[in-house]
């Protein structure tokens, strides 16, 4: 599309999209101007009920003129092209000026009373915005308001293409009524309203959750809280236009408007008051001046007398994924891994706690606020930024924010070539250093500089080797093997990417897609390769003992291995998450439970590291705390498999069958395609009398197993499921001579337990530890 000309409006960039359409800026080649151009989607443009949806709602949005409104030049149609012409706004959104510096109460107050007029305008027209958000509004070089975005908009009278029952909008800013598909009205956007402005005061959102049934709970159940410096005038306005009962509210944008230009004579006095984004929430009681007076004093104790502790979590970050704002979505892999970049530069300063890549990158694409992320992640400071490339040029923002205050402690923006890459990573990390005020020695600081100074094309294929790395699915996966391979192409000195490729290879034996001694062993032989590049490389001396483990079983070398990588980086939370592992199998339980939970410390949202505490704690005999760490781990997401499986393991420990049976029920129906999940489903049904269901899940894997893997391992576990101890056996030597990745466990796992009398049984467990 960019570089097109479509009628005499040739196509420059993209500037956005939504669920209505994409946004691009344009030149108007017959009045040469810039235009915005909004394009109906393709699949709506050709249905001819949607199309005249959005004919009818540009035609209403066209009839507003209004210094706050921004003007629809003309709607036009193109073949099958339907699109808007609208006037191009040279701005900021309102969003990205709540996150920067902190905003005057005046110009609060100002950007508020522009937003109320320009609504008033619509709503006097019957029209109504139903997605007013920070996102959707505009702010000029000379701090004029401008609404954007119509394209919700519904008709007062006439025509209604859009139905009840229907909820359009943004979930965070929608009114009770429009998470309920109800009708609308004016006072929807008085509520959104108050979301903004609540935003705009606070640096947050209201009403906030993990996913949108949270959100809309929130909405629906809750009452937001204000403290602080805010007024007790300002509340009141926050407070009666975010009444849960439309009937409470403003009845109308000219009502709310009064209120606040009455107020505003006050604030124009105070211009220099600043609204901080960071003021925690409590209540809406009314602040009095004994409250202010307490306050004041606590303050003043805190920061008179801050201790040790104070100090030492400043001393910490979370680095954010950045935003990839470059026109082409597919560029994503490279703001993730910029992030991924500089948390492994980070973590190789002492003294200085770095949040893992799997708990920080939990937040991305959640608007949740600063201090939050914060809190949860135990940090005092959080880094969060941006990437936009384009061609061979690349434009990178970023912003260290202090957590108790939501201030900026640095922020710097960078405009160069691509290949200038690594400078603009260590100059961020340097920058974070001396933020932080921290001191390095000169060993530090050469260690700390050391990078890999691959070719940019290399890098690049590096980087989308790790972003499908990330998925954690078997097609990204090997997805991510064919990047690795590409980059060692290019570069065959990268010893990041062999680290890749023995990681990938790994994942694919130890989860049982491929056969161990293929996957396994060439996994082992890229992490050597790797090491002998560069043998600084602690997440591959990790790999290696993950790979002691599983499949040369060899528990010294674990250690000797895992440690290494301990020394070497000790925030890298699987050093310790492995190593817990050769304690568990030395029968070190709480040493083992020690480890798993330092790991836990420096990634707390780790689901494999939260379901293997678990794990442990079931294999060390402390079975309700191994079935409340499993549901802990099911907090976090109630869609990760392993913990049901896990979960189903423990009540078999406990001959607990039935409810084990419902645990690996629930498992295998959230990932039917892992044999080890099925396995396990298999046996519970044998043991709990339903050997129909067991055989037939056994055929299911003996199908599976003419075109792919299947793990002798797991064709033991459904035969001891239906009472077929000799062929069990025959199938654990078969696994024997696999390699297969989980022998070691064999006497912790109570799957087995009706073999552990069996001397055939010992004498195999004998020749595996030996």
């Known amino acids: 599309m960019i570089g097109q000309t479509i009628s005499h409006y040739k196509i420059l960039e993209k500037l956005g999209e939504g669920g209505m359409g994409v946004v691009y800026l344009a030149e108007d080649t017959k009045l040469e101007r810039k235009v915005a151009i909004k394009f109906l989607p393709r699949h709506i443009s050709v249905n001819s009920e949607e199309r005249e949806r959005f004919k009818i709602e540009a035609k209403a949005a066209a009839s507003l003129n209004h210094p706050n409104i921004s003007t629809i030049h003309s709607i ?86 859009t139905q009840i029952g229907s909820t359009v909008g943004t979930i965070a800013y929608m009114s009770p009524e429009q998470t309920k ?80 230009k009455q107020k505003n004579a006050k604030f124009e006095t105070d211009q220099e008051q600043v609204i901080s984004k960071s003021l925690l929430s409590k209540n809406w009681k009314l602040i009095t001046a004994g409250f202010v007076v307490t306050m004041l004093i606590v303050f003043g104790l805190f920061f008179f007398n801050s201790s040790s502790d104070s100090v030492k979590i400043k001393k910490s970050i979370a680095v954010l994924p950045f935003t990839n704002l470059s026109t082409d979505s597919d560029q994503e892999y490279f703001a993730d891994g910029m992030a991924e970049e500089i948390i492994n530069s980070l973590a190789q300063i002492p003294n200085l706690k770095v949040s893992s890549r799997t708990s920080s990158f939990r937040f991305k694409g959640k608007e949740i606020a600063i201090q939050t992320i914060g809190n949860e992640l135990g940090v005092g400071t959080v880094l969060e930024g941006s990437v936009r490339k384009s061609g061979n040029r690349l434009r990178i923002t970023a912003q260290l924010i202090n957590v108790s205050d939501g201030f900026n402690l640095w922020s710097n923006s960078y405009e160069r070539e691509l290949t200038d890459v690594f400078e603009i990573q260590d100059d961020l990390s340097e920058s974070i250093v001396k ?108 790999t290696l003992g993950d790979i002691n483990i599983h499949y040369d079983w060899d528990l010294d070398a674990a250690e000797k291995n895992l440690k290494k990588a301990i020394e070497l980086n ?73 913990a049901y499986y896990d979960l189903g393991i423990a009540y078999i420990a406990l001959n607990q069958f039935n409810d084990a049976l419902n645990y690996f029920r629930k498992a295998y129906s ?90 055939r049984f010992q004498e195999l467990f004998r020749r595996i530890v030996n």
Do not use: C
């Open 181 to 260: 598909g109800d009708e609308v009205d004016n006072r929807t956007d008085i509520w959104s309203f108050g979301v903004v402005l609540y935003e705009i005061l606070t640096g947050k959102q209201p009403f906030k959750g993990d996913y949108d049934q949270a959100v809309i709970y929130s909405i629906l159940n809750e009452e937001p809280e204000l403290e602080g410096n805010v007024s007790e005038r300002l509340m009141y306005i926050i407070a009666k236009a975010l009444s849960k009962n439309k009937e409470d509210r403003y009845q109308s944008v000219g009502e709310l408007l009064e209120d606040l």
């Open 670 to 759: 959230l990932a039917p395609e892992d044999t080890r999940i099925l396995s396990g489903l298999a046996y519970s049904e044998g043991l709990t009398g339903s050997k129909e269901n067991a055989e037939r899940l056994g055929k299911v894997l003996l199908k599976r197993a003419v075109s792919k893997y299947v793990s002798s391992y797991d064709l033991a576990v459904i035969s001891l499921g239906l009472g077929q101890k000799d062929k069990a056996l025959e199938y654990l030597e078969k696994a024997y001579e696999e390699r297969g990745p989980w022998m070691l466990f064999l006497k912790l796992n109570p799957l087995f337990n009706s073999l552990s009398d069996d001397f």
């Open 435 to 542: 933020a932080l005020q921290l001191t390095l020695s000169g060993n530090q600081i050469n260690s700390f500089n050391t990078r890999n100074l691959a070719n940019v094309e290399a890098y690049n294929l590096y980087l989308k080797g790790r972003y499908y790395w990330n998925k954690r699915s078997e097609e990204g996966v090997n997805k991510s093997i064919e990047y690795f391979q590409q980059t060692i192409d290019i570069d065959s000195t990268y010893a990041q990417a062999y680290a890749g490729l023995g990681d990938s290879y790994l994942m694919l034996g130890v989860y049982g897609r491929r056969k161990p001694e293929e996957s396994i062993s060439i996994a082992k032989s890229f992490i050597e390769k790797a090491l002998k590049i560069n043998n600084k490389l602690a997440e591959a001396y990790a």
């Open 76 to 161: 036009e149609e193109v073949n099958e092209d339907v699109f808007i012409v609208m006037e191009y706004i040279d701005g900021e959104e309102l969003k990205n000026k709540i996150k920067s510096d902190p905003i005057p109460i005046g110009e609060v107050i100002n950007i508020a009373i522009q937003i109320a007029e320009g609504l008033e305008a619509a709503h006097k027209k019957g029209i109504v915005h139903r997605d007013i958000k920070s996102q959707n509004i505009m702010i000029t070089k000379d701090s004029k308001v401008k609404i954007m975005d119509f394209g919700l908009a519904k008709i007062g009278r006439g025509t209604q293409v």
């Open 570 to 642: 000790p925030q890298y939370a699987n050093g310790y998450h492995w190593y817990s592992e050769v304690l568990v199998l030395r029968g070190e339980f709480e040493r083992a439970y020690q480890q798993s939970q330092h790991a836990l410390e420096l990634d707390p949202y780790s689901l494999i590291i939260n379901a293997q505490l678990g794990q442990h704690y079931q294999r060390g005999g402390e079975f309700q705390k191994a079935i409340d760490q499993l549901q802990k781990t099911l907090e976090f997401d109630s869609t990760f498999a392993y």
